[in-house]
Nanobody, 115 residues
Framework: QVQLVESGGDLVQPGGSLRLSCVASGSTFGINAMGWYRQAPGKERELVAWSRSGGSTTYADSVKGRFTISRDNAKNTVYLQMNSLKSEDTAVYYC?????????WGKGTLVTVSS
């Protein structure tokens, strides 16, 4: 089993920045991909950014150029640097990791972008 704990969510003004963190613990050997999803009120959960073990990344079109995903494999941690935040970025952000053919979710951290 892998446990995931997200942190860093907060209330921020439009145009501001936040950095989310997700720490994996437990049976972490074999994790091959880590990333972030989000779910806004009344909407489906969507991919935000994804980082594969080979170094390739994927971003949702809506966040390209504003968000950056990074990993510290030694710490089993994935980060999401979010800049130029917009009101439409308001959502609960969930960390997800893939290990072999199984994936694990964190409980989420709330990001609210509002003036």
């Amino acid at each position: 089993q892998v446990q995931l704990v997200e942190s860093g969510g907060d209330l921020v003004q439009p145009g501001g920045s936040l950095r989310l963190s997700c720490v994996a613990s437990g049976s972490t050997f074999g994790i091959n991909a880590m990333g972030w999803y989000r779910q806004a009120p009344g909407k489906e959960r969507e991919l935000v950014a994804w980082s594969r073990s080979g170094g390739s990344t994927t971003y949702a079109d809506s966040v390209k150029g504003r968000f950056t995903i990074s990993r510290d494999n030694a710490k089993n941690t994935v980060y999401l640097q979010m800049n130029s935040l917009k009101s439409e970025d308001t959502a609960v952000y969930y960390c997800r990791v893939n290990k072999n053919l199984t994936f694990y979710w964190g409980k989420g951290t709330l990001v609210t972008v509002s003036s």
